[in-house]
């Protein structure tokens, strides 16, 4: 215990899985564990998974999750940051209902324990450490299973009435690709990887071809991640290049419109997608927006998130800090 109570924990809580890491006053990540999101359990089993994942990052660090100054979580669902109580995390098992995680975790690991909105703290996180850093105003666009956004305006987080920065559901096409939010038209109905998979299934029962799914079973996966979207379109295939231009597209229009309504000095793109993409689709996005600018001699910034896999458990510890 070098470091006494300075150190601490931040918890990155996914649909597929759960990072942990402990940190330093100065944010750096001294250890850190990763488990993935127990099926079984539901929210009881996921909140000991998350405790145990904590636990490994804090003998990591050299130290136990007791001395650790706090805990931030970053969640799914609807939160209430004062109460710690988690609401309708849909991609989470079995958690239609309340569950106060936060005072669940505490009781786990023995330290007080704040919980944030998953994207939002990712946002706090690249604004305070990363692409963000020196920005007035930033618009973050979180593209992975979903499209998830968050806003810095004036330097402050703007949450609206608790449902702001919801980019996933601006509407790109009216009357468009159903979105799994029930909506029609959604960016997230184009470019969230959930909506993506779903496509790419329809399209084989229609009798297309694709190497996708043989892909997704020589890497023993269940599901079409970001990873095998970037094999296959390695191996050229058809389909994959089409689905993810039409990602692209997208992204390019629903983000101009959040530019023009905001006017951000730098977009951020992160998650999943975003970060294993960014470098190789960024400009590209980039590119798409930029066509649809109102203020074409003004663009914002455009930047990769740079806080890269562990920016959600970083953001998340800042909760603490
Ligand atoms: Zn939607």
Known sequence: ????????????LGGTKIEAIVVDAASS????????????????????AMATALAEAATAAGTTTSALAGVGVGSPGLIDPQTGVVSNAKNLPDWGGDFPMGARLADAIGTRVAVGNDVSVAVLGEYE???????????????????????ILGGEQWHGRGAAGEIGH???????ARCPCGNRG????????????????????????????????????TRLTSGIWERALDHG??????LIDRAVKALGAGIASAVNLLDPEIVILGGGLGVRFGEKLGPEIE????????????????????????GGAIGAALLVA
């Not at 215990?1 to 990155?12: H, V």
């Not at 990540?29 to 000991?48: C, E, I, K, N, Y």
Request: with cysteine; aromatic share 6%; glycine share 16%.
């Open 237 to 242: 295939d058809e389909m994959a290049e089409e």
């Open 287 to 310: 590119r798409r927006m930029h066509k649809s600018l109102f203020n074409k001699v003004h663009p914002p910034q455009f930047e990769v998130a740079a806080l890269g896999d562990l």
């Open 170 to 176: 601006m509407v790109v096409e009216r009357g468009g």
């Open 1 to 12: 215990m070098r470091f006494g109570p300075k150190l601490r924990g931040g918890i990155d």
């Open 186 to 221: 959604c960016l997230e109905a184009y470019a969230g990887r959930a909506a993506m998979e779903a496509e790419a299934r329809k399209r084989v029962r229609q009798g297309e071809k694709t190497r996708l799914f043989k892909l997704m079973e020589e890497r023993e996966r």
């Open 129 to 151: 450490l990363g692409a963000g850093r020196g920005h007035d105003s930033v618009l973050g666009v979180f593209w992975g299973t979903g499209v998830g956004g968050g806003l």
């Open 29 to 48: 990540v001294l250890g850190q564990s990763r488990h993935p999101t127990p099926r079984d359990g539901g929210p009881d089993g996921v909140a000991a």
